[in-house]
């Protein structure tokens, strides 16, 4: 089974993990910023949308996949609500030295870098599921 493993170092590189990444599921248990190390990590279950295209069933799948941000001098995070623990990853951006995790709920991890430097990378197989996102 091939895992994805990427890097960023660019805005171009942003929007292909931007791409790999909308509609995974991040837990508010399952990311935290290192300030010494200034690294933010998460871990998600992304949606394999590289696998729509070769899918013949309706079959679907999902994959835990680690996700680190490396330069980060400072996160904000916004709209948090208190009862939610669960959030979709919606897009990952790049403006004025923020990398931001757009999140549903309009939710968003800010993340001040003026250097990108991330990593995705698969930390398991893939496994299927009958259920794909919706967007309306």
């Known amino acids: 089974e091939n895992k994805i493993r990427l890097n960023a170092l660019n805005n171009d590189d942003l929007k292909i993990f931007s791409f790999l990444c909308q509609d995974a599921i991040i837990s508010k248990e399952e990311f935290f910023y290192d300030e010494t190390k200034k690294i933010f990590v998460a871990t998600l279950t ?7 295209e070769l899918n013949d ?73 009958k259920l794909n996102p919706l967007h309306k």
């Open 46 to 52: 992304r949606y394999c949308w590289e696998k729509q």
């Open 57 to 129: 069933k309706n079959i679907n799948y999902r994959v835990v996949t680690g996700l680190q941000i490396k330069n980060v001098d400072n996160v904000e995070y916004i709209n948090f609500k208190s009862k939610m623990s669960f959030y979709n990853l919606l897009a990952i951006t790049y403006k004025k030295a923020q990398i931001i995790l757009n999140l549903s709920m309009s939710s968003k991890i800010k993340l001040d870098c003026k250097k990108i430097s991330a990593t995705i990378e698969d930390i398991d197989i893939p496994w299927p599921t």
